[in-house]
């Protein structure tokens, strides 16, 4: 007689290789089959597991044995099952403590598996369990009327450890293979290959629970609560952690997991407002957060509208990806073409409860040999952003094989264990190894790595150094002969140097990039296409006010590099990006013109955006004050100041290049030598330009009108 069992795992396979050959689904590279070691599985043909052990006690409506017909049974057989079911009807199985007690597991790992539909989506009742209560369980796969949970008891931690998935992501009616699993440090739960959640647990199992098991039931104080109503294919329990390519085999493979992926983790949208990204504090060029599934106003830290700090800046294929923080939610998204117009698209990846919760910043790379060997083949090199878990001290990756479209947390994960947060990764092609840059205990610490996935530390750290650093290269006067690198800090400070790869010596003192109240963070994107030591920036504006906005907080606009000689030695230069002529309208233009007295030079004409370029000579005791719509910028003849802070100008003040939004104001003067961003709530509608006293000649003024660079109406 043929062992069902042996006949299930064949054709599985058979199925498997069937699918790939058609392209609905990758060949799974683990032949062996996870069942066979399994401590039980149930296929729900008879009474006992496959291997005739650990029988089963019908109690009220159930009904086992129920034959899978057409699509059904062919998507059983290739996801593990057979072709029967159990109908349970609101009845239970009970497995009691299996043959010779081998349902009471012992030991640091565990994994349970459950291929299952509920036939009216009405959830809310157990579903595999060896519980009697929250002090005593060991495992137990639950459901509400809105999730599916699983809890796991260790002996060295009371109560219990939970993960869950809401089902509106997972779909209420339909087939789904629910497996969860620990390893010993994590418990991790996959919904149809896509891990959905994940929790820190340690330690062995919880032992002296004798309580039996029971599909379809729970038993608490004595009582049995059960009714669940739906489908079972099978039932399986190991006494160790299934591989990641033994979940992948039992769930199609990578290539429908990754597509299950991008649906279950997409966030179900509400329908857009009419007035998104035109409501009235809403910057028109700069970029800001949306919402998706909640119309919310003054939306506060992680919550959908808020956006912090950049992160993982990568241009790939023509494209600039932009990523940022939800203040450690999740990593936000957003695409553009040309740095002006950016179309945010679902976040990236999720908060990892293992390290605490919270997936902090960091950068990406494309590892476009593969080093990390997380790549299939050479035509899908993978994208990896590497981010801190809010323990501080887990760092830790998620890769892509689609550019980015979706996401797979490593498993393996933490890739290395180091104080604190934001590592920053890069090629260093002199020695052919990636280099890491890690902020911790108020220094910039380095590291080294042949495969992103193992790191070793380098001896040398830079000092005076906190969070979000950005360590790279850029051509001197612009000849790429000469070359110097430049180290930038959180908070905007900068210093230029030689790096060995090994360690940083500085060769100025921290500088500023900004002089403005509303700047942080600062990342930057490189590599761009054909534009060889093209160096883009942009930071968060934090701490600006949006009241009864929709949004909160905003990034500066794009802006370029250059790494200029000066009398002091090299410094920083940085321009808008010239992509801003983008959303250039019709300009007006003034040549030689002179302010005396209170001579005020009106600039509006009709709108709230504006790109400004002035060139002037201030005469000894002037004064200027270029007021925009509530916010002023004051100009002396060697200073600039912005909402209260200072910029000095030792060269004097001779160009100034200014962009107005709707609640934020850049100020570049002299070429880029220094800047100053800040952030404000307009209180009138006048933009002027006026002379304090003293006098000055304008020998140029242009000034564009903008148009938004949001469309009318978004989906």
Known sequence: MINRYRLSSVLSALVCVILSSTGNSQTVRNTINPFHDAVACWHMDKLTDANGKNPL?????????TKLTGKELSDSIALGGDDTIANMNGGYLDASQGSDGDLNLNGNSLTVAIRLRSTDGA??????????????????LFSFPDKIGFELGTQDHQGMTQVSVEIAKIGPTSWHTIICRYDGTALEMFVDGVMMDAATAHGPLRTGNSEPALIGAERIGGNINSGWRGNIDYVALWNRALTSSEIAGLNGGPRRIAQLSHSYKEIRMLPTRPDLYHET??????????????????????????????????YLDGQYNFFAQRWNKCWIHAISNDLVHWTEIQPAFWEDNRFEGGTQSGGSVLDEKNSSGLGP????????????????????????????VTWTKYEHNPVL?????????????????WIMVLSGNGSYHFFTSDNLLQWTALPHSVPDSFECPDLFQLPLDGDHNKLKW????????????????????????????????NFYATQSWGDVTGQPGRRVQIAWMAEGRYPDMPFNQQMTFPRDFKLVTTPAGPRLFRLPVPEISKLHLVPSITTNHDLSGSTVLP????????????????????????????????????????????????????????????????????????????????TDATFNLINVSGGTHISELIVWPLKSSWPAHVK
Request: proline content about 6%; overall charge negative; glycine content about 10%.
């Open 377 to 404: 083949d050479a035509d899908h090199p993978p994208l990896i952003a590497f981010w801190s878990g809010n323990d501080n001290n887990s760092q830790c990756i998620s890769y892509s094989l689609d550019r980015g």
């Open 603 to 682: 600039l509006n004409k009709g709108g709230d955006l504006y790109h400004l370029n002035l060139k002037l000579e201030m005469h000894a005791g002037a004064s200027l004050k270029l007021h925009c719509f509530g916010l002023d910028v004051l100009l002396s003849p060697d200073q600039v100041e912005l909402n209260g802070r200072k910029a000095i100008v030792a060269t004097g003040v001779k160009e100034l290049e200014v962009l107005v939004d709707r609640t934020s104001v850049e100020v570049f003067v002299n070429g880029g030598a220094e800047s100053l961003s800040s952030c404000f709530l307009p």
């Open 57 to 65: 006690q019908i109690v009220g409506n159930v009904v086992i044995g």
């Open 486 to 517: 430049v180290l930038i800090r959180g908070n905007g400070k900068y210093s230029i140097g030689e790096f060995d790869g090994k360690s940083f010596k500085e060769e100025t003192q921290q500088l500023s990039s900004d002089s403005g109240p």
């Open 123 to 140: 959830w809310g009742k157990p579903i595999f369990s060896k519980h009697g209560g929250h002090e005593n369980l060991v495992y137990n």
């Open 417 to 433: 264990l180091h104080p604190e947060r934001d590592p920053k990764v890069f090629w260093y092609e002199p020695d052919h190894h």
């Open 281 to 314: 504090y809403r910057p028109q060029f700069h970029f800001t957060a949306r919402q998706w599934s909640v119309h919310k106003l003054n939306p506060a830290r992680r919550e959908e509208g808020w956006v912090n700090d950049p992160n993982g800046l990568i």
